[in-house]
């Protein structure tokens, strides 16, 4: 009888509960200016001796202007050109947008408990740069934090939320 409980459990549930992600919820402000072009924006995680975990998502349209995301260039545009191509998506106009991270490392292995920091990064051409930083721990517990908007970055959130 217990072993068909188990089955049935299984069968219902799921061989294992969904893991915790990171939802990473950025705004790009609607700018005005005479010409205006796309921000280039990228979105990774580095742990505390600030290395690169994993690279959640690079919104990037010529690979020319890649180097105007400084840190990012520095971090990881310029020694993983393969992964940086993989994880690139089109370039944004204004409006909120939502990336996910799956507490994995670019290996995809689930990184350890410990404390960690996001970045966010945007470039426009012929327009301004910022950089947002933001430290969060990692280790099952809820996270819901938000940075206040900057000029070429709006309000960024940071929510623990059930994977898929």
Same mark, same amino acid.
């Given at each position: 009888? *217990?072993?068909? $409980?188990?089955? =049935? ?10 893991? +915790?992600?990171? #939802?990473?919820?950025?705004? $790009? +402000? !609607? ?5 205006? *072009?796309? +921000?280039?924006? =990228?979105?990774?995680? &580095?742990? #505390?001796? @600030?290395?690169?975990?994993?690279? %959640? ?5 010529? +690979? ?15 020694? &993983?050109? @393969? ?8 370039? !944004? ?10 507490? !994995? ?9 410990? /404390?960690? %920091?996001?970045?966010? &990064?945007?470039?426009? &051409?012929?327009?301004?740069? /910022? $950089? ?19 000029? #070429? ?8 939320? @059930?994977? !898929?």
């Amino acid at each position: 009888m *217990h072993k068909y $409980l188990v089955a =049935a459990l299984v069968l219902c549930c799921g061989t294992a509960m969904a893991q +915790p992600e990171l #939802e990473v919820q950025v705004e $790009l +402000p !609607k700018i005005e200016t005479g010409t205006y *072009h796309r +921000p280039y924006v =990228a979105v990774w995680i &580095e742990d #505390e001796q @600030q290395q690169p975990v994993r690279l %959640v998502e690079a919104w990037l349209d010529k +690979p020319d202007w890649i180097k105007d995301l400084r840190r990012f260039w520095r971090k990881l545009g310029r020694s &993983e050109p @393969q992964l940086v191509d993989a994880r690139t998506g089109a370039t !944004k106009g204004p409006g909120s947008y939502k990336v996910r991270w799956d507490g !994995k490392d670019e290996q995809g292995k689930a990184v350890a408990a410990g /404390n960690y %920091v996001l970045f966010v &990064e945007a470039a426009r &051409e012929q327009g301004g740069r /910022n $950089l947002a930083k933001q430290e969060f721990t990692w280790d099952g517990s809820a996270v819901q934090i938000e940075i206040k908007a900057s000029t #070429e970055l709006g309000k960024i959130k940071l929510t623990s939320v @059930q994977g !898929k």
